[in-house]
């Protein structure tokens, strides 16, 4: 893909539990291009209360949570908004009634993809202001994939086409 067919991509943990998923979820961040990452409420940080790198984080993310772009903030629905004020379409990966199959979705160019909680999902406050639901058509037994490896899939497809 070249440069300039890039989509500009920023994604937003909505409250992630696990540093595990979190440092995983940078990984793959790096390896599409995402231009930033943004960090809602109980989503662990790369860096500790204090400012510290965190080593669990990094161990796990091997170094990309120093080269992609990432904030902090306490409540989603601000940075949506801002995002929509930037012209970026919100996609939100959930399993829910009216969700479009990922693989007849098209983005546009700049687009934000929301992924949730691993227990209970993106928030319904981010659902709401969602231009978009999609999910990930599941083949087997299991109705639903680990957030890190969904966000990996979700995010391939999105910015790769």
């Known amino acids: ?9 920023v994604l937003i943990l909505d409250n992630l539990r696990s540093v595990e998923n979190t440092g995983s ?14 960090l809602i409420g109980t989503t662990p940080t790369p860096t500790d209360r204090f400012g510290r790198k965190r080593r669990d984080f990094a161990k796990i993310s091997l170094g990309a949570e120093g ?27 959930e399993q829910i009634a009216n ?36 999910e990930i058509s599941m083949m087997g037994a299991k109705e639903s994939l680990n957030v890190s490896v969904a966000t990996g899939v979700a995010l391939f497809k999105l910015i790769r086409g």
């Open 1 to 9: 893909m070249r440069v300039k067919d890039m989509k500009d991509c």
């Open 25 to 38: 979820i940078f990984r793959t961040a790096d390896c599409l291009g995402v231009s930033k990452i943004v």
């Open 67 to 93: 080269i992609v772009r990432w904030e902090s903030e306490k409540e989603i629905g601000s940075i949506i908004s801002k995002l929509k004020e930037e012209g970026f379409e919100i996609v939100a990966l």
């Open 99 to 134: 969700a479009k199959n990922i693989r007849d979705f098209k983005p546009t160019n700049k687009f934000t993809l929301i992924v949730g909680n691993e227990v209970s999902g993106v928030s319904k406050k981010a659902l709401d202001m969602s231009d978009a639901v999609v």
